[in-house]
């Protein structure tokens, strides 16, 4: 080995257990994501009815492409229901367990918060919150680290985009305040 | 030779300093990207796509492209050096090339990646430069019907020759294609599947689906995996280097077969993935003693790096020379490439030479630089690893809101992106594939438009699909595909029924 080497280690502490219990079969997910989706091509396929799905002198009419694409997909949705139901394979695959569920939780509930924050607060302190926030409580990661790196990432986003590159943000209050 | 004229006034358009350097971030930026778990090619390109809007598009494009080589490289490195694919088209170099670094050849292993890399972009763009004009300018021929053809030869294709379940990628597909047509109707300018809401006027977006079903339901996946990892980051030498390049010749065979597969694959929507297993088993099949691969095999390397770069680059020809991309990635380039106000397709290599070209260009001297960098600058990237993934995650969700705002100025599109992101975690995890749904969503009004004015054309009769010799075996053959699952079944039921018979 040169002297050019660097090990690297990197620990998972709050890894999800191997012998967690499952949340849910995939043949469960696969029938609910198939109604939800039979459900939606209903309704396109009705809106699509209503728009006018036939010919007129011109051609077809708005309706008539997305109309018939309803129907397929109605068609294989249902087609994917059945084989949901009697698919055995599927049945003892697993979804999620309950420790990848708490895991996958613990990052898409802080994003919702954080789309929520973008709406009143503006992107920027958003971002600023989201970040030193899943770092120091889901991470737990030192205090000072994740308040820096959380005002080091907002403050070069700022800059890149809103200064350098004119891509605009959604703003709030303290922009505000501070001019912007 | 034409072609060779205008990849010189390609070059010409790239050597500047500003270029230059967009070149090398955007390589910096990908390498980065692909290094990370959580995040890929596609991922990346459609994060930093708004970074990219008040570029010129010459510029613009060279960054991407960039990034997309960058994040290509990047895979190889934490396979090798952890084990850990950070593609899934690097999944197959893992196999022989984890070992390798375990007996203390990783640099041998990275060069060896990083080399063959090089070789099958080089194959892929080499044949884009000298085939892509010569389809544009046969497709500029084309009318609406064969347009629709083609787009229906892609669909079908996607269908039959996909190896997950046919009713899933059938309703991928039939979903972006509704998706596509939500908002204004193009033609009659009457809205549809707005549902009242003005927020929907504007359609769904494409990158904003992108960002959300790649980007974000990525992270979901990521955090249900345990992140630990253990490894050394070895730096190269250019004694290694040498040595590897000088043993090269050696496995001509190899990287040419390698080659071949990607750049077939990549033009016909079988993808990187498909290419760098297909590459490794083949390599293996006609190896002499099969049993050392697995064991560090420095063939097991080349194998799937050159299959994955040469399908990976060459998913860019059907893009550039008829507006339809050959894979995710490709997809969102041509997202991109709307943007900015170009239509992607044959008129390009007409209209816009001086983009076109430089965007050839651009992929050679990417592939050149791409290697030098990497080559020197491993072990600062390996060590990027070392950051907390609690760090990393809450960066990757700001960027893609960042992105999925940028598109349209709209909040509602960062809800949509977030919507996306359950649908993607979702249908990943039931296996119902992304692909065909990103295609479906950007050729969605495209299609659409290319049939209605057939229709318009020919009085609503169906036969101008087979009016003549062209147009009717393109959508025969797309309508064989479509079966050819049923097609297969029944031939080889055929053969086994006849040879009984013979004997």
């Not at chain 1, 996958?104 to 503006?122: D, E, K, N, S």
């Not at chain 1, 986003?157 to 200064?163: E, H, K, N, Q, S």
């Not at chain 2, 299959?307 to 991309?325: E, K």
Request: aromatic share 12%.
């Amino acid at each position: 080995m040169s002297n050019t080497d660097i090990e690297i280690v990197v620990d998972d502490p709050t890894a999800p257990e191997a012998n967690s219990p499952a949340v849910t079969s995939n043949r469960v997910v696969d029938a609910v994501a198939s109604l939800v989706l039979l459900a939606l091509a209903v309704t396109l396929g009705w809106d699509n009815w209503r728009t006018g799905a036939a010919w007129d002198a011109t051609g077809p009419e708005p309706g008539y492409f997305p109309f018939y694409l309803s129907i397929v997909l109605g068609g294989a949705s249902l087609y994917g229901l059945l084989a949901a139901i009697f698919s055995r394979k599927e049945a003892s695959e697993i979804f999620v367990t309950r420790a990848q569920l708490r895991r996958v939780m613990a990052v898409f509930v802080p994003t919702v918060l954080f789309c929520l924050a973008t709406q009143f607060l503006g992107l920027y302190v958003a971002s600023f919150l989201l970040i030193a926030g899943f770092m120091r409580f889901v991470g737990k990661i030192a205090a000072w680290k994740s308040l820096l790196t959380a005002f080091i990432f907002t403050a070069a986003m700022f800059v890149t985009f809103d200064i350098a590159f004119d891509v605009i943000m959604p703003k709030g209050p303290l922009e505000a305040a501070l001019g912007y | 030779m034409e072609a060779f004229g205008l990849l010189l006034h390609g070059f010409a358009v790239l050597l500047t300093w500003k270029t230059l350097l967009l070149m090398m971030v955007g390589l910096v930026l990908g390498i980065f990207v692909g290094v990370l778990p959580g995040l890929g090619g596609p991922n990346g390109v459609a994060i930093l796509l708004p970074l990219t809007f008040t570029m010129d598009p010459t510029s613009a494009i060279v960054m991407l492209s960039c990034i997309y080589w960058g994040a290509l490289f990047g895979g190889a490195i934490t396979s090798i050096l952890f084990n850990i694919p950070g593609e899934a088209w690097s999944v197959a170099t893992t196999f022989d090339g984890y070992p390798m670094a375990q007996q203390g050849r990783a640099a041998e292993a990275l060069t060896a990646a990083f080399t063959s890399s090089f070789i099958g972009s080089l194959v892929a763009v080499l044949l884009i430069t000298f085939l892509a004009p010569m389809i544009s300018s046969f497709a500029l021929k084309f009318g609406p019907p064969e347009f629709f053809a083609v787009y229906l030869l892609t669909f079908c294709s996607f269908v039959g020759l996909g190896r997950e379940a046919k009713h899933k990628t059938v309703i991928s597909m039939s979903l972006g294609l509704l998706l596509a047509g939500i908002g204004m109707d193009t033609v009659s300018g009457q809205l549809r599947m707005t549902f009242g809401s003005t927020e929907l006027l504007r359609g769904i977006n494409f990158l904003v689906a992108v960002i959300g079903l790649f980007g974000i339901s990525e992270i979901l996946l990521t955090m249900e995996e345990r992140l630990a990892l253990r490894g050394h980051a070895a730096g190269i030498s250019l004694r290694v280097v040498l040595s590897v390049w000088r043993d090269l010749p050696k496995y001509w065979v190899t990287l040419a077969r390698s080659s071949f597969i990607g750049c077939w694959l990549g033009i016909t929507p079988g993808g990187a993935i498909a290419a760098s297993f297909m590459g490794y088993n083949l390599a293996k099949r006609f190896a002499k003693d099969q049993d050392s691969f697995g064991k560090g095999r420095i063939e097991g390397v080349f194998a799937p790096e050159t299959a994955a770069h040469a399908s990976g680059t060459s998913a860019l020809l059907p893009m550039l020379a008829l507006g339809i991309p050959g894979s995710g990635t490709a997809a969102i380039l041509l997202g991109g490439l709307m943007v900015w106000g170009l239509n992607p397709g044959p008129l390009l290599f007409v209209e816009h030479k001086d983009f076109v070209w430089g965007l050839i260009a651009s992929m050679y001297l990417g592939n050149v630089v791409g290697l030098v960098l990497v080559l020197t600058t491993v072990p600062i990237f390996a060590s990027i690893l070392r950051v907390p993934f609690a760090a990393v995650a809450p960066m990757i969700v700001v960027s893609c809101a960042i992105g999925a705002y940028a598109i349209q100025n709209a909040m509602f599109d960062i809800w949509l992106m977030l919507g996306f992101g359950v649908v993607g975690y979702v249908f990943k995890k039931i296996g119902i594939p992304l692909a065909p749904f990103t295609l479906a969503l950007v050729l969605g009004n495209r299609a659409e438009d290319a049939f209605r004015l057939s229709m318009i054309g020919s009085g609503g009769d169906m036969k101008v699909f087979w009016s003549n010799g062209l147009v009717g075996s393109i959508t025969t053959l797309a309508i064989i595909l479509l079966f050819w699952p049923l097609i297969d079944k029944a031939l080889s039921g055929a053969t086994r029924r006849l040879r009984p018979a013979k004997a």
